[in-house]
Each structure stands twice: as C-alpha cells, then as structure tokens.
C-alpha cells in the first residue's frame, strides 16, 4: 500500500511538471496556443491583456437650459450581468453607449438635449484595495487619484460627432512624444515599398493623429 501512495505522488509531481513544460514549450514556439480552452490554464499569457487601471463610464446629456442628466442608468435602474458592476462600465469601446443614452431619452420626458456626453473615468486599481489592506502594504497613506476624460460627443438625433482615444492611449502617446530618443528614431525611419518593376509609387507622409483632438467620423458609431 505504502508502494502505491508513493507511485500515485510521483505520478501526480510527474505529471504536474510535465504539463508546465508542455504550457512553456507551447508559449515559446506558439504552438496550438488556442487550440483548445484547456490551453488556458498552463500556456504563460494568462493575464497579460488586464489593464492596471479601473474604467468606469458616464454618459450625461446636457439640457438646452445647462442641467446635466444621468442617461445611464435609467429611472428604472440599472443591469448588472456579474456581480455589482453596471452594464455600460463592460462597454469600454462604447459599442452601445449612443443606444444606452436613446433608449433612456426614447422613454422618458425631458426638456431638449443640446449634446450627448460620453465620460470615462480612471483610476489605478491598487486604490481598490481596503484601507486595512493599504497600510499593511504601503508606507504612503491612500491618496485616491481617478482622471476623467471626454470620449465621445453625440448629438441629439444619435449621431457621434466627436470621439476620443481612451485616457490610457492618451497617456501612452504623451510619453512617446516626450522621449527624444524615439522621435529621433522615428525621423530617421525611411518607408519601405514592396512593388514589381514597372509600377510607379507615390511615397506619401502618413497621417498622424493628435490623440488630443477629436476624431470626425463619417457616419454613426453604437446604432
């Protein structure tokens, strides 16, 4: 019996190591990473894609008489598909937020809105953690710091006239911009083109986009 425990936990150490490996082998060679759910749990890209910063979304329409009003939720309250987290804060590309803000205004009585506004609010999610928590970990007491920033205007038909880039991509652009070494690198670049002989190339600057600035869009977004 003694034999038969021990051959199970040499078995079980045996296999254990030997589906780690497996996982290692699979991520460093991208072999049938997604072949299968399983996969999930041994390849090392678990949770490579999570932010480090909590995102919550507002959408307020603004009155033609300056008062501001909560679209989303509506009066009737809100939906909660997990846990205690409102439906529109899932929708962090805003897919849904014109359609969110036209069904409150659709079944509701209001004065006429002037603009549509899409606001996201951020903030770094070791704030989540309790003050109890905080200190046993931190030697600096809790300052809770969250940023908002407009990402979309819409008007009152429903139609998007001004989006802009999450606050996370503007902050990535600004330390881009702010490292010399890069945008040394950046004009030093040359483009390259990839043509058979005989066809004729018209080199053409890209266009690079102040992330600051809003994006027009030709048609609407969320309907």
């Not at 409102?86 to 002037?114: F, I, Q, S």
């Not at 003050?131 to 007491?141: F, L």
Request: glycine share 8%; net charge neutral.
């Amino acid at each position: 019996m003694r034999f038969i425990k021990r051959g199970l936990s040499y078995l079980t150490i045996a296999s254990y190591v030997g589906i780690l490996l497996f996982g290692i082998l699979c991520h460093t060679f991208t072999y049938r990473t997604g072949s299968h759910p399983g996969m999930y749990y041994i390849v090392w890209d678990m949770f490579c894609g999570w932010s480090a910063y909590s995102v919550r979304t507002h959408i307020i329409g603004e009155g033609i008489s300056g008062k501001y009003y909560e679209l989303s939720p509506g009066p009737w309250g809100d939906f909660y598909p997990y846990g205690k987290l409102g439906r529109r804060h899932y929708d962090t590309t805003g897919d849904a937020w014109v359609r969110m803000a036209m069904n409150t205004l659709d079944k509701t009585e209001h004065e006429p809105m002037l603009r549509i506004l899409c606001i996201e609010e951020t903030w770094c999610k070791k704030y989540n953690l309790p003050d109890m928590v905080w200190d046993q970990r931190y030697e600096e007491p809790k300052d809770f710091q969250n940023y908002y920033r407009l990402r979309r205007v819409i008007t009152p038909e429903g139609i998007v006239a001004q989006s802009y880039v999450p606050w996370l991509t503007r902050q990535a652009s600004l330390q881009l911009n702010d490292n010399p070494r890069l945008i040394a690198e950046m004009n030093r670049g040359r483009p390259f083109f990839a043509a058979t002989i005989g066809s004729q190339v018209e080199a053409t600057a890209p266009s690079q986009h102040d992330p600051n600035l809003p994006v027009h869009l030709a048609s609407p977004v969320g309907n």
